[in-house]
């Protein structure tokens, strides 16, 4: 059963936007922080935002400034907004969710590329 569902990888040149949205499924309770982590070609995953369930919000600090996680409680999504994308974004981005009980949940990834 697939949980979490990433959208909007694709090819965007270097300065460009991009939006990811991910889907989480109305099955997993009680969520505290949803994020969105990225793991580039031969290096390793790291947490790119997270937004807690209070609102805190967490960046990578190379993408402060240009990136903006949001989430929809209602709707059960969260979103990142990448802006003055640079091709070092290039990665597969995951979805992630944490449960009140630690329960984390990923998604199947979504890649997408910057080109220069």
């Known amino acids: 059963q697939v949980q979490l569902v990433e959208s909007g990888g694709g090819l965007v040149q270097a300065g460009g936007s ?63 907004q990448m802006n003055s994308l640079k091709p070092e974004d290039t990665a597969v981005y995951y979805c992630n969710v944490r449960t009140i009980i630690g329960a984390i949940y990923w998604g199947h990834g979504t890649q997408f590329t910057v080109s220069s």
């Open 18 to 80: 991009l939006r990811l949205s991910c889907a989480v499924a109305t099955s997993i309770f009680s969520i505290t922080t949803m994020g969105w982590s990225r793991q580039a070609t031969g290096k390793q995953r790291e947490l790119v935002a997270a937004i807690s369930g209070g609102g805190t919000i967490n960046y990578l600090d190379s993408v402060k400034g240009r990136f903006t996680i949001s989430r929809d409680n209602a709707k059960n999504t969260v979103d990142l």
